[in-house]
């Protein structure tokens, strides 16, 4: 069975600017309307589906959520799917805005 993979901030980043990436933050509406990774799509129960019917399963696809716990079921759910280069980011949103504020 495909699994996801895990992938740092740092790793996430640097793939975000030399590579197409789609980064999917699941975290809620109001967080996402507050601050996000930039270019991020925020999915919900409400979008999922429209969502795998027109991505391509190639894309490769950086699941974030609040701390790095969550996005680990989803995106084990989209390799289910059928995409093939899904990756969680450790330590999620979190990590992410402290990574960016020690830039």
Do not use: P
Not at 17 to 28: G, M, P, S, W, Y
Not at 72 to 78: C, E, H, R, S
């Amino acid at each position: 069975m495909a699994e996801f993979k895990c992938i740092s901030v740092h790793d996430a980043m640097d793939r975000m600017q030399n590579e197409t990436v789609k980064c999917v933050d699941i975290r809620d509406l109001g967080s996402f309307a507050t601050e996000h990774v930039e270019g991020a799509f925020n999915l919900n129960n409400e979008n999922i589906n429209q969502f795998i019917s027109e991505t391509d399963f190639k894309t490769t696809l950086f699941v974030i959520c609040y701390s790095g716990v969550g996005s680990k079921g989803v995106a084990q759910y989209l390799v289910e799917q059928g995409f093939i280069d899904t990756y969680s980011i450790t330590g999620g949103f979190l990590a992410w805005k402290e990574a960016r504020s020690n830039e």
